[in-house]
Nanobody, 115 residues
């Protein structure tokens, strides 16, 4: 059974930074491609970044240059460093495998960026 617990969200002013963490209870974490997703009110969930087992990363155009995804396989944890935050980054942020495992969604962590 996969368990994913996100943390690190909060309220921040535009231009600020936050670091999200995702603790994963998942077998063979180190070989999994992991992703960070977000869902803004009234919108579909979208993939914002993913990292492969070989630490190859990819980002959505909307966050490229501002967000950095990283992983610590020893801790079964994936991170999302977010900088230069904008109000449009306001959303609930989730981690999951990539492609997502529908039964694995956690509660997410709320990120609110004020203007």
């Amino acid at each position: 059974q996969v368990q994913l617990v996100e943390s690190g969200g909060g309220l921040v002013q535009a231009g600020g930074s936050l670091r999200l963490s995702c603790a994963a209870s998942i077998s063979i974490f180190s070989i999994r491609t992991m992703g960070w997703y977000r869902q803004a009110p009234g919108q579909q969930r979208e993939l914002v970044a993913h990292i492969t087992s070989r630490r190859i990363v990819n980002y959505a155009d909307s966050v490229k240059g501002r967000f950095t995804i990283a992983r610590d396989n020893a801790k079964n944890t994936v991170y999302l460093q977010m900088s230069s935050l904008k109000p449009k980054d306001t959303a609930v942020y989730y981690c999951n495998l990539c492609p997502a495992l529908e039964t694995a969604w956690g509660h997410g962590t709320q990120v609110t960026v004020s203007s």
